[in-house]
């Protein structure tokens, strides 16, 4: 009986209080583990099993993140093929008005629990991680190659923490600070060393992909809170749909052709945009960041520019000189290291 005491302990308090979800959230737990190990249960075998449990789930929040930044990394190639038949700025608001379409029934179920007090922030992160990323990356992917584009988008990592460092109060250490060095000097010999065919490596093009980044870490650890608050699925589908509506005049005002050459190649392509790279990469992306610290999900994003780079060169055809090899060899390099011993620490 006294093997028992730990889940009548919890129960008593959970209903005296009357606040706990997460302590009613640790009873379920107690209670599963009861009827699988049979009656009474050890009461070391039942935290160790909850360790267990806690570790197997947050490796499968972080496996749907790893999944968003493969789709995500793709998301440069889809896009090269639409450039030929429609201005990128218009891409951006014709794929996000796709992505909203299976995003809509999910919406209209959430749209109405999200409290008042919740809609600004929702409203300014949804326009920030979709509206301001999204054009400020594919409108920079026409002036650069998808293999350059895709090792800015590998600073990300190392942007976060800075981000974290100056906004957030989430001090870098010295080696971020030095494999920070490192990276931009890696992009520095990228842009020096430029293409030999298959695109061209573009400054001005990789200063917009940068900037997107820039603002993307900004905004993770605000979106991180509020996926906190509201919920994953409530989250993703009302903030997709309201960036598709955000991002229709931006859209319009910013394309430079309004003329399309529809062919199915492309549509096939923006389709992909629309449904993998941003529903669906974005509904796994946000999933995995209910459980996912946000320093975690941003090194995870070094594995994007090793992806990029390798679909850029297969499908393409791009080809970087010597020296923007290794440039890109050092940023993935300085970006892996920082992570590793961040994850040491």
């Not at 870098?172 to 298959?198: P, S, T």
């Not at 509506?245 to 430079?256: H, I, K, N, R, T």
Request: hydrophobic share 50%; net charge positive; charged share 10%.
């Amino acid at each position: 009986m006294d093997e028992q005491k730990p889940v009548r302990r919890y129960l008593a308090l959970a209903q005296r209080e009357r606040f706990s979800k997460v302590l009613k959230h640790q009873v379920n737990r107690f209670r599963t583990i009861r009827t699988v190990c049979g009656s009474p249960p050890c009461p070391d075998f039942c935290s160790s099993a909850i360790l267990l449990y806690d570790h197997l789930t947050l490796s499968l929040t972080m496996f749907y993140q790893i999944l968003a930044l493969i789709i995500w990394s793709s998301s440069f190639i889809a896009a090269k093929y639409v450039y030929g038949g429609i201005d990128p700025a218009l891409m951006v608001g014709v794929r996000l008005l796709i992505a909203a379409l299976p995003a809509l029934p999910a919406c209209r179920r959430h749209v109405g629990k999200i409290p008042r007090e919740e809609w600004k922030p929702l409203l300014i992160v949804s326009f920030v991680n979709y509206v301001l990323t999204l054009l400020l990356q594919f409108v920079g992917l026409k002036y650069t190659s998808a293999a350059s584009a895709s090792v800015i988008v590998g600073l990300e990592p190392l942007l976060m923490v800075f981000v974290g460092h100056f906004f957030f109060n989430d001090k870098a250490r010295a080696y971020h600070w030095i494999c920070g060095a490192a990276a931009f000097a890696g992009v520095a010999l990228l842009m020096a060393g430029g293409a030999e065919e298959g695109g061209e490596v573009g400054w001005f093009g990789c200063l917009l992909v940068l900037l997107a980044g820039a603002g993307f870490c900004a905004a993770m650890r605000p979106t991180q809170r509020l996926i906190a608050r509201i919920g994953a699925p409530a989250f993703t589908s009302v903030s997709i749909a309201a960036a598709s509506l955000m991002c229709l005049p931006f859209s319009l005002a910013l394309a430079q052709s309004y003329t399309v050459d529809w062919s199915v190649g492309m549509v096939l392509s923006l389709l992909y945009l629309g449904v993998g790279c941003s529903w669906y990469a974005y509904w796994l992306w946000n999933k995995g960041m209910s459980r996912v610290p946000a320093n975690v999900s941003g090194l995870l994003i070094s594995l994007e520019p090793v992806v990029g780079v390798l679909l850029a060169v297969l499908i393409l055809g791009e080809h970087l000189s010597p020296v923007s090899v290794l440039g890109v060899f050092v940023v993935i390099a300085a970006t892996l290291v920082a992570g590793r011993l961040s994850h040491q620490k």
